[in-house]
């Protein structure tokens, strides 16, 4: 019976030591892991989800504390302080910091290596360049929707009917074209209860019943010419042009006005004579 208990007690004590040494095991790894590649965000004391501007507070907040001139001969603070650095050029950097939340790499040969350039090819296919084609087709499938509605409604009860703060939140409206169909929309939820009508919006209604509506309202905005900027330097050089003409015309006035093209005589002897002897008589008298 004795030797039963002993050896109960001795199979207790190895498990006892073998989970011992299994956590051991697992936290030498955890440290192991931290020291070799910290959470870049947890040294920050930052979400995952920071933005830029968080990070880069983050950023100078611990950069001040641990500067090596606020921590003269600290080794520590002067090692933490490098480690800052290293982070904040991953985490500052957009491109780095993604490949560091896709992979978790920390190295600048894989940050700079064929794994942002994966990672950019990754990105470019998920999401595609738009082309001027591809705006034009969403404008024409836009315009008259169900989607077009609602948003308009939206914005008339966020804009409290104020319909020129309306087209500037409204995408591809215009207001020559649109007025008088967002007009009978908004009057339709109106009448329906939907919403209520205010004294801006009834202003801007009965302005636009006094206009003409347009013949074919859904038709496609007209597009810039690509011309547009050497249409700019040319109206920016008649300007000059006109400028500069009035500039002669008034020059020319102020010479007719005060005579400046008038050769002015120079006096005569006898008339210099007199004057000095005027002056002469001046300077005795004062003596």
Known sequence: MGKRKK?????????????GERSENQD?????????????YQVLGVERTATQQEIKKAYHKLALRLHPDKNPNDEEAKEKFQNLQKVISILGDEEKRAVYDQTGCVD??????DAIQNLQTFFRSLYKKISEADIEEFEANYRGSDSEKKDLLELYMQCKGNMERLFCCMICSD?????HRFKDMID???????????????????KVSKSKPPTSPLRK?????GS???DLYAIIAQRQTERKGKLDSMFSSLVEK??????????????????????????????
């Open 7 to 19: 050896r109960a007690r001795v199979s207790e004590e190895n498990l006892e030591d073998e989970d």
């Open 28 to 40: 030498t790894r955890g440290k192991s892991s931290e020291s070799n590649g910290n959470d870049l």
């Open 108 to 113: 600048d040969a894989d940050l700079a290596g």
């Open 175 to 179: 207001p020559v074209l649109d007025s």
């Open 188 to 206: 339709a939820a109106i009448s329906a209860g939907e919403l209520k009508q205010t004294k801006i919006y009834e202003k801007w209604a009965k």
């Open 221 to 225: 905005r007209k597009k810039s010419n």
């Open 228 to 230: 547009s900027s050497s």
């Open 258 to 287: 005060y005579g400046a093209d008038e050769a002015v005589p120079e006096p005569s002897e006898e008339e210099f004579e007199a004057t000095r002897r005027k002056l002469e008589k001046r300077r005795s008298k004062k003596i």
